[in-house]
C-alpha cells in the first residue's frame, strides 16, 4: 500500500510551530521565575550592598557589620530582621521592608507555580506576571530608598565622616547591590513574558473543506468534473462541457443513445451505427 500524503495550509503549520514555541518559552519563563527568587533572597540576605576597600566593614540593606579585629576576623552587626527596630535610621529600615517584601512576593510567585495544575494557564500567567511586577517595584523602590539612610552614624562609622544622602564616602558599591538592580529589571521583564504568554492565544484554523482550491497535485486516475489535469488547484474559471450530436435537419434520432438493436441499426433514418455518433467538445 502506498504512502498517504497530506497537504496542509501553511496557515496551519505556522500556527502549530507557534504553539510548540509558546510552550518552550512557558517553560523557559519558569526556570527564570525560579532564578529571580533565589537573586532576590540572596540580595536581601547579604550585607554586601556597601563596603570599604578593605575587609572592615559591610553593610547590607538591614544590617551594618564592622570588624573589631582585622587579624581575627571577629565582626560586630546591628539589625535584625525579627525586630525592624534594630535597623538604624528610618530610610535603611523603609529599605530593609521594601525589599523584604518584593522578595517575599518573588518566593510567593515561585509556590504559584503549581497552580498550573489545578488552574488553566491563562489564569496562572495573570497571576505570577502580577506577583512578579509589584516585587520588582517594591525591590526598586528599595534600592531607591536605600541611599537616603547613608547619612546615619552606624553607616558613617564604616564609610568614613564623608558620608551622607546618597554620598558614598569611603565606601564602594558591592555585588549584591548591583544583584539587586538586576533583579529589578528581571522581575520587570518576566512580568512582561507573563502577561504576553497569557493574552496570545492560537486560534487553529479548520482543515479546507472541499470547496476550497487544492493545493497539491492530483491524481489522474481519480478525476471529476471539477478538476483539471493541467495544474493543482481547480479550474474554478473553465466552462462545464457539453456533448452535442451535430444537426442532420430533420433526421430521427430516435435510438442515438439506445442500447444497440437490430431494428436501431436497420433504421432508414440512420447511418452506419458506428458512425452515426459523432460528438465534439465544446
Known sequence: MGSKVEYVDSTQ?????????????????????????????????????????????????????????????????????????????????????????????????VLALLLFFFCGTTSVFMICGWIQLFSAILIGAGVIVFPAGWDTSEVRLTCGSSAGQYALGDCSVRWALVLAVIGCLDGVILASLAFILATRHVRLRPDPGPGLPYKGEINGAFLNDAQSLSGSRKAI????????????????????????TGRSKASGYRGDYSSSVQNFQL
Open 13 to 109: 503549520m505556522y500556527a502549530t510551530s507557534y504553539a510548540r514555541n509558546s510552550k518552550a518559552v512557558a517553560v523557559l519563563w519558569g526556570v527564570f521565575t525560579l532564578c529571580y527568587a533565589v537573586i532576590c533572597l540572596v540580595a536581601f540576605a547579604t550585607p554586601e550592598w556597601l563596603g570599604t576597600t578593605s575587609s572592615s566593614g559591610r553593610i547590607g540593606v538591614w544590617t551594618i557589620c564592622n570588624a573589631i579585629d582585622a587579624q581575627s576576623g571577629i565582626e560586630t552587626c546591628i539589625g535584625k530582621l525579627e525586630d525592624v527596630t534594630t535597623i538604624p535610621g528610618v530610610a535603611l529600615r523603609s529599605a530593609a521592608i521594601l525589599v523584604g517584601l518584593g522578595t517575599l512576593l518573588s518566593l510567593v510567585c
Open 237 to 260: 474559471n473553465m466552462q462545464p462541457v457539453m456533448l452535442m450530436q451535430p444537426s442532420a435537419g430533420d433526421a430521427d434520432r430516435y435510438s442515438e443513445f439506445s442500447n444497440r
